[in-house]
């Protein structure tokens, strides 16, 4: 029988369109206080970085209606899952989405206000190549936005060991995560984590 934690570092399939689902579904609280922590201007360009099942660009063209949002990832069946998914905001030109690596976007530089990354550095193959990439596309004073349900703090990498090695997830721990922001030029990284539980949320700045 198929193992589901197998799909979530690259959803393929009709057991990945199973666990696209279930992100698109589990993922809103997390996904609404992590957005809750940056401001989205009505007119921006915004990209999100894994964009999965595709439900994390809906609601950022909803708090951007007059500008458009990008969407990028390295599953083709994820792709073409999240344009079903948005498939009238891809009609009325409000949402784009394309297939690539985080490590080598094919999108232009300086061109997005905020980029977001839901639930998936934990996948990037080079977190620091991937931090570049995304610092190249965003424009001057643009926002990077990291939210995760899962940390390193010593414990939690512990507590849930089997979960991290089926799900095949590489966790980092937020000093890290700080370190490797401003080593590529990001500045005044901020932090937050929600009382009594793992999840956490990281706003950087490209100067």
Not at 124 to 144: M, Y
Not at 151 to 160: D, F, K, L, R
Request: glycine share 8%; aromatic share 8%.
């Amino acid at each position: 029988m198929p193992n589901l934690m197998d799909q979530y570092h690259c959803p393929t399939g009709e057991e990945g369109r199973v666990v696209a689902a279930s992100m698109n579904r589990d993922h809103e609280p997390l996904t609404l206080w992590g957005l809750s922590h940056v401001k989205i201007g009505s007119d921006f360009t915004i990209l999100d970085v894994g964009c999965g099942g595709g439900k994390t660009l809906n609601r950022l063209a909803q708090l951007a209606p007059l500008g458009k949002v990008y969407g990028i990832d390295y599953s083709p069946d994820m792709v073409t899952y999240s344009k079903e998914v948005n498939q009238a905001l891809i009609a009325q030109n409000r949402v784009e989405i394309v297939e690539g690596s985080v490590e080598q976007m094919p999108l232009p530089s300086g061109f997005f206000d905020l980029a977001t990354a839901v639930e998936t550095y934990y996948f990037w193959t080079n977190f620091h190549e991937a931090l570049k990439e995304i610092h190249r596309v965003l424009k001057p004073s643009g926002k990077l936005l990291l939210v995760n349900e899962m940390i390193q703090n010593g414990s939690y990498e512990v507590e849930h060991a089997k979960l991290i090695e089926e799900a095949h997830v590489r966790l980092i721990s937020l000093a890290e995560i700080r370190r490797a922001l401003e080593e590529v030029g990001f500045v005044g990284v901020q932090m937050f984590t929600k009382a009594e539980s793992p999840w956490n949320v990281t706003v950087a700045r490209k100067e």
